[in-house]
């Protein structure tokens, strides 16, 4: 099982990044997919969540109307589309997949917001 992040870097206040998890190893079409971060000194925290078929999405509070998640089942992928990036949304950013008490972590992509 792997779940591949991508897409983190530095950006500016304002600015825009799209997270992506590529999945192998497992019925990526039967999971649910989420986003977590951690920022330093802080516990991981869920961002955004998609059912296995994308047709139910869940937001946490700061991430609702700036940020959007997405998945291709055809392409076994998840991505996180960031927009209006605050310096608070500076973390680790983790993909996760669960379903039926399994549950994967992918190692996590730094995305750094600063001027």
């Known amino acids: 099982v792997q779940l591949v992040e991508s897409g983190g870097g530095l950006m500016q206040p304002g600015g825009s990044l799209r997270l992506s998890c590529a999945a192998s190893?497992?019925?990526?079409?039967?999971?649910?997919m989420s986003w977590y971060r951690q920022a330093p000194g802080k516990t991981r925290e869920l961002v955004a969540v998609?059912?296995?078929?994308?047709?139910?999405?869940n937001y946490e509070d700061s991430a609702k109307g700036r940020f959007t998640i997405a998945r291709d089942n055809t392409k076994n992928t998840v991505y996180l589309q960031m927009n209006s990036l605050k310096p608070e949304d500076t973390a680790v950013y983790y993909c996760?997949?669960?379903?039926?008490?399994?549950?994967?972590w992918g190692q996590g992509t730094q995305v750094t917001v600063s001027s």
């Open positions: 190893g497992f019925t990526f079409r039967s999971f649910y």
């Open positions: 998609i059912s296995s078929d994308g047709g139910s999405t």
């Open positions: 996760n997949a669960r379903a039926m008490g399994y549950g994967y």
